[in-house]
């Protein structure tokens, strides 16, 4: 192509407010299936504008995030991308080969903070790969929040774990002991008026919580009488 044509593309870009050093794509000449080395390929700036992926939004359940976005015609698929850096697309965490296809739950949300997600689609010809404008940024905040189990038998000793708020989790067996007594089960209250939780039960963390051991006096077995 002429330097003349690339620079009337260039010019055309520009004007329609596309940012031509980030939105021109790049393309993968196939042979029997392998992409070889990149290949620079010169888009027609009205088909970067129209593949580029919009109405993208983003919703937390849970500990997981649904993106839901706009299908675009005459395209493949799409590539969702993740990152904790705010303006800075990551990594691909999911390659999705259906134009049709409109959502995706990310259901790999392993630390509390905020995410960024874009959606960039792709058309897969015979001769190349195409990659669509960016779409535009979402982004989601997962607060922290943790649980602490009390020994609750007059020492200091805790436990304590953070999770992702929302998370639901399995109430730990207890690992305290307290000279004759033996464990109840877990409560809201140190008293035992509280919530009362068991080893192993579900418990949602829509806050920080604590849970204290709740003892009882341990019966002597079999004692008859005292020598």
Known sequence: ??????????RKMRSAGVDVETAVPTGKLQTEGV?????HIIP????IIDGQV???????????VILNWDTVKDVTGYYIYRSKEEGVHG?????????????YT?????????YYYSIRAFEDTQDAMYYKAWSEFVSVTFDECSITYNA???????????YIKGTSIDVMANPYIFRGRCFVSWNTDPSGKGFDYKPGDKLALDESTVLYA??????????KGWV
């Open 152 to 162: 609750n038998n007059g020492t200091e000793d805790s436990v304590t774990e953070e």
């Open 54 to 64: 919009t109405g993208v939004s983003a919703i937390i359940d849970g500990d997981s």
């Open 44 to 47: 027609n700036p009205e088909l």
């Open 214 to 223: 709740i003892w009882k006096v341990e019966k002597p077995n079999n004692v």
């Open 1 to 10: 192509l002429s330097n003349g044509f690339r620079e009337l593309q260039s």
């Open 91 to 103: 990594e691909c965490i999911q390659t999705i080969t259906s134009a049709d296809e409109y959502t």
């Open 35 to 39: 992409p070889s080395d990149s290949v």
């Open 106 to 114: 990310d259901m790999d949300i392993a630390d509390a903070g905020t």
